[in-house]
């Protein structure tokens, strides 16, 4: 196996591409091809190969300076403008007017192509951009038939080939060389209204390998091509561990019947400003202050605002990253992140610094970097099932359209994916906006059903009592059932 450089890739191709093939890497303009092969030669450079790039149209200079822009040196590899190689002054003469123009270009530059082979002898090969050779067939046979001989010559020396070629958003409709090649590599990109590219890769096919299928998110960053293989939750699964995670607040344990169990997600559930993510912090704190670390996600607002909320109710997480334990907050700009880069970073969080908890606030801000509205259960069904088969509690926060309303409703349904749900909800009583907190669901075991009044003030919150003396609390309309019941209704 060749490994390409780039880890994501070589997971996705199990180790990399199978030795002294011919492989096709396709994509539109601006899609990374070009720096995906400099990346592929530069590891066989590391590795000591001899690593050749075959140019058509760009110039050494041109290269270069697309490897400067990424930090790389092209010292070790074999830079080669064919057009140049195969210039020739006689192609002009009376000698060769009985052939059409265009196949004496493609008779020189297959010549020159193999010689320079037979020369260089390389063990990496890059052509960019072969999609020339095809223009200059223009007869798919022929295209194919020089696609076959690259082919047999390549194949003994043993050399593991990339044919770079054009192509729009959907696949080229001359396949004359995808049943010639060992493999097909597809780089795509579409450019949303708003926020950077999305980039996605597919292997086509690969002869011979239990490659990863679907679609696998790319970004194209100084630095080179950075691929996140598609998340597939049961090959991380680890033996099932036992116990629960605290709140740190003895009446948020009872109420979810103890506390959430290692493995299990909680969704918190209610409109702008009511508690959700100051529940969700409460949670983090206590994480640290037992000596484990914990992911904190945000989407909705800045770092700064968050640490500043949380230093105003004498939520320690300044504290927290001092000692054995750690909040790590990570602010995600939803315009400018992808779904399978945020499931890479937050497999980083959990295998590499051993989070225990993830916090995802909110999903709201994550179904707005998502392409597509119909995907995102099926992401973070993949995601939750991924963090319960590592044993980490993920909370989950869903903000609910408008601040008091009889019918509250979200744009987006997961909370079934959940295996928790806690609903806080705003209501009205005795001239004064108050909250109410209870849990609606608890797949694991028994828990609280009582509504009881949430309170958010230094140091922190506090669950009251049961709201014994209301009636439609969560619809945020209560009726007032208590002693003098009856008097209020009359002075109403």
């Not at 210039?87 to 192509?113: R, W």
């Not at 995601?383 to 979200?410: D, F, K, M």
Request: proline share 6%; hydrophobic share 40%.
């Amino acid at each position: 196996m060749d490994p390409t450089g780039i880890p994501g890739l070589d997971d996705v191709l199990r180790g990399g591409l199978p030795r002294g093939q011919l492989y096709l890497l396709e994509g539109s303009a601006g899609a990374g091809k070009t720096t995906l092969g400099l990346q592929f030669l530069l590891e066989g450079v590391r590795r000591g190969e001899r690593a050749l790039w075959c140019t058509l149209s760009e110039t050494e200079a041109q290269l270069v300076a697309t490897a400067k822009s990424h930090g790389w040196d092209l010292g070790g590899v074999k830079i080669v403008n064919l057009t140049e190689a195969s210039d020739a002054p006689g192609m002009a003469d009376a000698g060769y007017s009985f052939f059409s123009p265009a196949d004496i270009e493609l008779n020189d530059i297959a010549k020159a192509i193999l010689e320079l082979i037979e020369k260089e002898r390389p063990r990496r090969v890059v052509f960019d951009p072969f999609s020339d050779v095809r223009l200059l067939a223009r007869d798919p046979l022929r295209y194919r038939r020089q696609v076959l001989q690259l082919r047999e010559h390549l194949a003994r020396l043993d050399a593991t080939v990339l044919l770079i070629q054009e192509q729009g958003l959907e696949p080229p409709s001359d396949p004359s060389a995808e049943g010639v090649v060992h493999g097909i590599i597809g780089l795509y990109q579409h450019a949303p209204e708003y926020g950077r590219p999305r980039r996605r890769m597919r292997i086509q096919k690969l002869r011979g390998l239990n490659y990863r299928e679907g679609f696998h998110d790319v970004a194209l960053r100084t630095g080179g091509l950075a691929v996140f293989p598609r998340l597939i939750a049961a090959e991380h699964a680890l033996p099932p561990e036992h116990g629960v995670l605290s709140s740190g607040l003895t009446s948020l344990d009872n109420m979810l019947g103890g506390g959430l169990d290692r493995g299990t997600s909680l969704i918190i559930i209610g409109p702008s400003g009511a508690g959700k993510s100051t529940l969700a912090t409460q949670f983090a704190c206590a994480v640290a202050a037992r000596g484990e670390r914990s992911a904190y996600y945000l989407f909705d607002e800045t770092e700064r605002a968050f640490r500043s909320r949380a230093e105003s109710l004498q939520m320690p997480l300044q504290e927290a990253g001092k000692g054995a334990g750690a909040v790590d907050v990570r602010q995600i700009d939803p315009a400018e992140f992808s779904p399978g880069e945020f499931a890479h970073d937050v497999r980083s969080a959990v295998e590499d610094h051993d989070a225990r908890l993830v916090v995802i606030d909110s999903i709201n801000g994550f179904l707005t970097g998502m392409p597509d509205e119909r995907h995102l259960p099926m992401h973070l069904h993949e995601l939750l099932s991924y963090l319960a088969l590592r044993n980490v509690v993920t909370i989950l926060t869903l903000n609910q359209h408008g601040l008091v309303t009889a019918e509250p409703h979200s744009s987006v349904e997961v909370s079934y994916l959940a295996d928790s749900a806690l609903l806080i909800r705003y209501f009205e009583a005795a001239g004064a906006v108050r909250r109410a907190a209870s849990l609606l669901k608890r797949r694991f075991g028994a828990h609280e059903v009582l509504i009881r009044e949430l309170k958010i003030a230094p140091p922190g919150i506090h669950l009251g009592e049961p709201l014994r003396e209301f009636r439609g609390v969560l619809t945020g309309q209560p009726d007032y059932t208590g002693p003098h019941a009856e008097l209020s209704a009359m002075e109403t």
